[in-house]
């Protein structure tokens, strides 16, 4: 009978601190009781939704459940597919890697024309514009995704064709999936952790540097750079590393692996060039971010998150009333720039540019 009433009594009587969930957790908020609400219904049923979010234990008994569920049954919370050697994906990531989204060859043709034509305009003005594939840990682990799915490919990729037109374009690209295949079987260090969406920490680090060196050679510059120190080995990940094993809140880790963190100065010289650099892209610009990449080899740094949310020295967290239409005026901001970066995860190529392409191209040429 204890045990019914433990949770109760944690809630009224705390007498044990238990860790927080981790991930998007939407708690429901307390209600105030009036007689109008009770009539209605609408106390009760805001009160029951509060009571069961904050119940004592409610943490405990989610990571248990998920647990079982998880050990017993192979079964993984969210939009998430667990595969061989309990190696977790987003499922969107897999539909790009099949073909199953795939846009088709008119659609990815009329965005990639506009997108050459914004770049040469802004060429003319002396500024960079290049385009980088962050890379899908589909194509980096093919050999882990269930076989129901690697049946189903469709042949063409968003990633293959919007590739193969920016190269007969002549876009400034950096495709960072291709690359990492090529390091797979010879990196010491782990490029993609099983239970993580985006890059680790030191595979950013690395691609961080590589695109560095790319703006380097297009404006003919010398750029600060991170000097490696050392790598800290350790099976406890940092940052984002394991993000979704942290959203499946289970009691023990679904893997252990071990994760490289490198330890960096970032190294300037006489002739160091800070140029101004305005990022446009997904989330895979945060692990840019958290290696200081952004913050310290440029000038006046920004980010636009999907071309919606404005990030920079001020606001370097997440704000959702920190919208760019509200805060920038983004024309004026390209016009201060030397060279714009493009940085998108295959998954995303869909909407490449979330409308940047688009407005640029129209603002540019208003006429057409």
């Not at 990492?180 to 985006?198: A, M, P, Y």
Request: charged letters at 20%; a neutral charge.
């Amino acid at each position: 009978m204890i045990v019914f009433l433990l949770p109760f009594i944690q809630y009224n009587l705390p007498f044990l601190t238990s860790g927080a969930l981790k991930g998007f957790n939407d708690y429901a908020p307390d209600i105030d009781f009036s007689l109008e609400k009770w009539y209605n219904g609408s106390y009760q049923s805001a009160k029951s939704k509060y009571y069961n979010d904050h119940i004592g234990f409610r943490a405990d008994m989610v990571r248990i459940n998920n647990q079982i569920r998880f050990s017993l049954f192979r079964k993984i919370t969210g939009k998430f597919i667990l595969g061989r050697e309990n190696c977790m994906f987003v499922d969107s990531y897999i539909n790009e890697y099949t073909g199953a989204d795939f846009a088709g060859e008119k659609a990815i043709r009329e965005r990639m024309l506009k997108l050459k034509v914004v770049s040469d305009t802004l060429l003319r003005s002396g500024k960079s514009l290049i385009l980088v594939y962050a890379p899908n840990k589909a194509y980096y682990y093919p050999e882990y995704i269930p076989a129901m799915y690697i049946h189903q490919r469709k042949g063409k990729t968003n990633l293959q064709v919007f590739k193969q037109t920016g190269d007969s374009l002549g876009i400034n690209q950096i495709d960072f999936n291709e690359w990492f295949l090529t390091l797979k079987n010879t990196s010491k260090e782990l490029l993609f952790s099983k239970s993580g969406i985006h890059w680790t920490s030191y595979a950013a680090f690395l691609a961080g540097d590589s695109l560095l060196r790319c703006i380097e050679n297009l404006r003919n510059i010398r750029m600060p750079h991170p000097v490696l120190n050392s790598i800290i080995h350790t099976t406890q990940p940092r940052n984002a590393d394991v993000d979704i094993g942290d959203m499946q809140n289970l009691v023990f880790p679904a893997t252990t692996e071990t994760f490289s963190y490198p330890d960096y100065t970032y190294v300037a010289y006489p002739t160091t060039s800070k140029p101004r650099i305005v990022f446009i892209g997904d989330s895979f610009v945060f692990n840019l971010m958290e290696n200081n990449i952004l913050q310290n080899t440029t000038t006046g740094w920004q980010f636009w998150f999907y071309f919606a949310y404005l990030f920079n020295a001020k606001n370097s967290v997440y704000n959702a009333d920190n919208t760019l239409k509200d805060h920038c005026d983004w024309k004026k901001e390209i016009s201060k720039s030397d060279c714009i970066v493009l940085l998108y995860t295959s998954i995303n190529l869909t909407h490449l540019g979330d409308g940047f392409i688009e407005q640029a191209y129209d603002y540019y040429f208003p006429e057409k």
